[in-house]
């Protein structure tokens, strides 16, 4: 024995010695969201022309028509609603309170103050796994965008955040909860019982290749910008995978259950097929591709300026997703108009969003439709190409 502790060593040291629940402070490479500014899109900031004045903001011709970044609704019907138009460089990290909502939490939760995860399936033995020992390990994992794969024009698109993330690597976990060398996939799934219908089928869970979740660097989340996670994102524990949509990440993670390939698809990924880029409703969870998002960009809002008497408009968008930076995004207004390069573009990080503007001068009163795409055509960007976050606006005068 050369005396040095392993991984599975120091988890197992903290299991049996019962940790208290961690602080933000004593989570490694924790920077609190007052110090993280805005990211990696802070550097981004609208050139703004001398005498220029903003007359205020065009809307899009479909809106939210409800409040953002409040609670609406209960259980699988609870939503906070993102309010994107307001994102600027000083905002790119949204605050917990405001981060988007898709499920709130299950009014038959019941007390999580000792929650454990069940582990069975195709494992040494089955266990429960105590999550408060667990919480020492916590770590930062940076920040990372979440959209939920059902986001919807309806709701100004507006199911989707970026935040200070901190938790457990998948990995580590996963290491402890041993698995017999016949398990290949792992189920992963949250507690999602609730006392009335609506709003998506109940029973959260999602079958993974391990491989896919350590290469995409996927954590058992903790905290949120520095603090516990709140309910409505899970606590006390939730599954977070980098690059990849909401539907794959259960929130009050209570199961862990080893397969092999032969393990049926979850209602889940069925309900979910068409969202996460599969061909029809696989059975089989190993005949499903990854749920990842692929490169996509949008416009958030339409800002009506005026220059020396002379009215212009600043289209600002975000770009989001990928597995690698571009270097151009193009935008064309209107199906019988050429594509053009966007002006301020700079596209600095795939986990989360980027912030992007371009100038535009319609030359008469009418109804605009925006559209964009990357050309570099080596990059999957399936749905910017098929129109799926298109906006349309109405300018009365020009």
């Known amino acids: 024995m050369s005396g040095l502790k392993t991984r599975r060593d120091l988890l197992s040291t903290a299991l049996r010695s019962g940790a208290g629940m961690a602080t933000a402070a004593a989570i490694p490479g924790w920077l609190p969201a007052t110090a993280l500014g805005s990211g990696e899109g802070s550097r ?34 609870g939503r906070v609603i993102h309010k994107l138009a307001a994102l600027t460089p000083d905002t790119l990290i949204t605050p917990s309170e405001h981060f988007f909502v898709r499920t709130g939490k299950p009014a038959l939760l019941g007390p999580t103050d000792n929650w454990k995860i069940a582990v069975n399936g195709l494992v040494d033995e089955p266990m429960d796994l105590a999550v408060n020992p667990l919480l020492s390990l916590a770590e930062s994992q940076g920040v990372h965008l979440l959209e939920c794969s059902g986001n ?31 398990a290949t996939r792992v189920l992963i799934g949250g507690f999602d019982k609730h006392t009335s219908r609506g709003g998506g089928v109940p029973g959260a869970s999602w079958v993974f290749d391990p491989g896919d979740l350590e290469a995409a660097g996927a954590f058992f989340a903790t905290h949120m910008n520095g603090e516990r ?32 390939d032969s393990a049926p698809a ?70 019988d108009t050429p594509w053009v390069p966007v002006e ?40 910017i190409d098929r129109g799926y976050y298109d906006r349309t606006v109405t300018i009365s005068d020009a």
């Open 44 to 77: 981004f900031r609208l050139s703004i022309p001398a005498g220029a004045e903003q007359l205020g903001v065009v809307p899009f011709d479909v809106e939210w028509a409800e409040a953002f970044d409040k609670p609406i609704g209960q259980g699988l019907n």
């Open 152 to 182: 919807p024009r309806r709701r100004s698109f507006g199911l989707m955040s970026a935040c200070e993330w901190g938790g457990i690597p998948a990995a580590d976990l996963l290491e402890l909860t041993r698995p017999l060398s016949s």
């Open 266 to 335: 979850t209602t889940q990924m069925k309900e979910y097929a068409s969202r996460t880029g599969n061909d029809g409703i696989p059975e089989l969870a190993r005949d499903y591709v990854r749920g990842e998002m692929d490169l996509a960009a949008m416009p958030v809002r339409v800002e009506k300026w005026s220059e020396r008497g002379q009215p212009y408009y600043r289209i600002v968008g975000i770009v989001w997703g990928g597995k690698r930076t571009v270097d151009r995004l193009e935008i064309r207004i209107n199906v």
């Open 344 to 383: 301020d573009f700079e596209h600095r990080s795939v986990t989360t969003w980027n912030l992007w503007s371009h100038t535009w001068r319609p030359l008469e009163a009418d109804s605009y439709t925006i559209r964009l795409r990357f050309p570099d055509s080596t990059v999957p960007t399936r749905r």
């Open 229 to 260: 996670l709140p309910d409505d994102h899970g606590y006390p524990i939730r599954l977070f995978i980098p690059g990849w949509y909401g539907c794959a990440a259960a929130k009050w993670v209570d199961r862990i259950e080893w397969v092999n």
